[in-house]
């Protein structure tokens, strides 16, 4: 486990190479919006690695520019939350939507997840460090563009009920709660964690240069 919290980000493209292969051979028996829904669950390992492998510097962007911290190489984001909502809560989220296509709720919450990860990385971060680009943006966007589609789709098919829309929409709020803003800012932040993040991974994408930089353009 220790290896794995090390390393989960490395690993991910594993996963998804998997779920490409199932993908293939799968092809034909799939409907669009299985099909759609397991490109989806792809892309998320992806998005993780650019966020905290290649280019990497999500750890220093979450604790240095989000939520500014005293601690930022572990509070209130360190390896362990970083773990546990990125992998055990949201592999599973998004690997059930793709198992179950005709629940459209479902595959509505996990394609909705991707305008969150979009408010996150195309706005509120590019804007506090005035950027155009922050690592996980580019996987983001193509987030976004299996939302427009999902959702085209399905009212175009009228394939949803209203219920099928709040229902995807209050389970990605219920999901952001308990797991992105409790798990990360209250039931595993610690000031005092065990669980560090290493000095490679604060200084990927060069966070801290890139914050003088804002800061100097605002002044």
Do not use: C
């Not at 190479?17 to 992806?46: Q, T």
């Not at 155009?132 to 987030?143: A, C, D, Q, S």
């Not at 009228?158 to 389970?171: F, K, N, Q, T």
């Not at 409790?182 to 964690?193: F, H, I, P, Q, R």
Request: charged share 15%; glycine share 8%.
């Amino acid at each position: 486990m220790r290896w794995y919290r090390k390393n989960w980000y490395w690993v991910g493209p594993v996963f998804s190479l998997a779920a490409l292969v199932y993908l293939v051979v799968r092809w034909s028996e799939l409907s669009s919006l299985g099909r759609l829904l397991v490109a989806n669950f792809i892309l998320l390992p992806l998005h993780e690695l650019e966020e905290y492998g290649w280019p990497g510097g999500e750890p220093a962007i979450m604790n240095k520019v989000i939520q500014p911290s005293s601690d930022p190489d572990r509070y209130p984001l360190n390896q362990l939350s970083a773990l546990v909502v990125n992998v055990f809560a949201a592999y599973p989220f998004l690997l059930v939507a793709a198992l179950f296509p005709g629940q459209i709720w479902l595959g509505f919450a996990a394609v909705v997840f991707w305008f969150g990860q979009f408010v996150i990385h195309g706005i509120v971060t590019n804007a506090k460090l005035k950027t155009i680009y922050n690592p996980g943006f580019l996987t983001t966007v193509v987030g976004v563009g299996f939302l427009v589609y999902f959702t085209i789709y399905v009212i175009s098919n009228d394939l949803a009920s209203v219920w099928d829309w709040i229902g995807g929409v209050l389970l990605m709020l219920g999901f952001a709660v308990v797991f992105l803003v409790k798990m990360t800012y209250t039931w595993l932040a610690d000031t005092n964690s065990a669980y560090p993040f290493t000095d490679a991974e604060m200084k990927r994408w060069n966070v801290d240069a890139r914050m003088g930089r804002a800061a100097a353009r605002s002044s």
